[in-house]
């Protein structure tokens, strides 16, 4: 015990001592008139003693009472899960990888894979169709079992064969995928993996009228697809259809033309995101301002509308808001 605790404790025994039967019997109320109520002498003392001696007993190095404010505890939001149904739609083979070798892919069947929905998707080897169930969680990915479902039309080369031999082995070890817009990798941990490009054709069947009417009595349709970054749009007069499929990454304006009649033809294009009108100008005449058209869901922008002659040939123009060009692409003729 130092000496500074020491006075402490002497100071509190002195305080305490005198409470005697005397001075307990002499705050008892008494008879007579009453007194006027007064605060205890003791406990002013008592508490600065105390205080004192919770001073001292820190300073001496004795237990401390104070604590530490808890550390704050941060809530960090976990990473959203990644959007599986960009792997929706028809991929064809780039590469193959058989626990770390590459596999020669020869001309001709070139292994394909179509993804109908996040649960299913169907196996072309080369030289036969399959299907089989799919199971994503996170980047992992578990194909179900690969069953026949049709042969190939036409015949299977002894390339073609040994390849798919191959793509059928490797295809169930792949258990992991990424993806782009353009790209997709499934890959195993034995080094196997096999590279996709989307194929851009595959919008061609999955078209949504962006805009319809009738010219001269015959109807006509403006019809688009969208997905991920690829843009599809493509009209229809009749019997006759003009398409256009393009990356919006790439795009800056591209115009096509189709002859309605022998008095019209509609001009039809994309532009790239930032585009707030098109024009059309032909050789000789005035230039016709086209009807800009929103696509859901892409950043690029259509734009269409009748001009004639028939076979009008121009140039259009996609411009931005302060009037400077976005692009331009000549039009042929309208046959």
Same mark, same amino acid.
């Given at each position: 015990?130092?000496?500074?605790?020491?006075?402490?404790?002497?100071?509190?025994?002195?305080?305490?001592?005198?409470?005697?039967?005397?001075?307990?019997?002499?705050?008892?109320?008494?008879?007579?008139?009453?007194?006027?109520?007064?605060?205890?002498?003791?406990?002013?003392?008592?508490?600065?003693?105390?205080?004192?001696?919770?001073?001292?007993?820190?300073?001496?190095?004795?237990?401390?009472?104070?604590?530490?404010?808890?550390?704050?505890?941060?809530?960090?939001?976990?990473?959203?899960?990644?959007?599986?149904?960009?792997?929706?739609?028809?991929?064809?083979?780039?590469?193959?990888?058989?626990? #770390?070798? $590459?596999?020669?892919?020869? &001309?001709?069947?070139?292994? !394909?894979?179509?993804?109908?929905?996040? /649960?299913? +998707?169907?196996?072309?080897?080369?030289?036969?169709?399959?299907?089989?169930?799919?199971?994503?969680?996170?980047?992992?990915?578990?194909?179900?079992?690969?069953?026949?479902?049709?042969?190939?039309?036409?015949?299977?080369?002894?390339?073609?064969?040994?390849?798919?031999?191959?793509?059928?082995?490797?295809?169930?070890?792949?258990?992991?995928?990424?993806?782009?817009?353009?790209?997709?990798?499934?890959?195993?941990?034995?080094?196997?993996?096999?590279?996709?490009?989307?194929?851009?054709?595959?919008?061609?069947?999955?078209?949504?009228?962006?805009?319809?009417?009738?010219?001269?009595?015959?109807?006509?349709?403006?019809?688009?697809?969208?997905?991920?970054?690829?843009?599809?749009?493509?009209?229809?007069?009749?019997?006759?259809?003009? #398409?256009? $499929?393009?990356?919006?990454? &790439?795009?800056?304006?591209? !115009?096509?033309?189709?002859?309605?009649? /022998?008095? +019209?033809?509609?001009?039809?294009?994309?532009?790239?995101?930032?585009?707030?009108?098109?024009?059309?100008?032909?050789?000789?005449?005035?230039?016709?301002?086209?009807?800009?058209?929103?696509?859901?869901?892409?950043?690029?922008?259509?734009?269409?509308?009748?001009?004639?002659?028939?076979?009008?040939?121009?140039?259009?123009?996609?411009?931005?808001?302060?009037?400077?060009?976005?692009?331009?692409?000549?039009?042929?003729?309208?046959?």
């Amino acid at each position: 015990m130092d000496d500074l605790e020491r006075v402490v404790r002497e100071t509190l025994a002195a305080r305490v001592a005198p409470l005697t039967d005397e001075r307990i019997a002499a705050d008892l109320p008494q008879p007579g008139p009453p007194r006027p109520r007064r605060r205890h002498h003791l406990l002013l003392p008592l508490a600065a003693a105390v205080a004192v001696a919770a001073v001292a007993i820190g300073v001496g190095g004795g237990v401390h009472y104070a604590q530490n404010p808890r550390p704050e505890q941060t809530h960090t939001q976990p990473p959203p899960p990644p959007d599986s149904s960009i792997l929706l739609g028809f991929w064809t083979v780039k590469t193959i990888v058989d626990r #770390g070798r $590459p596999v020669a892919i020869p &001309s001709g069947g070139v292994p !394909a894979i179509t993804f109908k929905t996040t /649960s299913s +998707a169907t196996l072309d080897s080369g030289c036969e169709q399959l299907r089989t169930s799919v199971r994503i969680k996170g980047k992992r990915l578990t194909f179900g079992s690969l069953i026949f479902d049709a042969p190939l039309s036409g015949p299977c080369p002894a390339p073609t064969q040994v390849l798919a031999r191959k793509v059928l082995a490797i295809v169930p070890r792949l258990d992991h995928w990424s993806a782009t817009a353009d790209t997709l990798q499934l890959t195993s941990a034995d080094g196997s993996s096999m590279t996709f490009g989307w194929n851009e054709l595959q919008l061609v069947f999955s078209t949504k009228p962006l805009e319809a009417g009738r010219r001269d009595g015959t109807a006509f349709q403006l019809m688009y697809a969208a997905r991920h970054g690829h843009v599809f749009l493509e009209w229809h007069w009749a019997h006759s259809s003009f #398409g256009i $499929p393009t990356s919006v990454s &790439s795009l800056t304006t591209i !115009a096509e033309c189709g002859r309605a009649n /022998s008095r +019209a033809s509609f001009v039809f294009g994309l532009a790239a995101p930032g585009t707030t009108r098109a024009e059309f100008r032909p050789i000789n005449g005035p230039p016709t301002e086209l009807t800009m058209m929103a696509i859901p869901g892409s950043p690029a922008k259509a734009f269409g509308r009748f001009v004639e002659p028939a076979n009008s040939t121009g140039t259009v123009t996609a411009y931005r808001v302060d009037g400077s060009i976005v692009g331009s692409k000549p039009v042929k003729s309208c046959n």
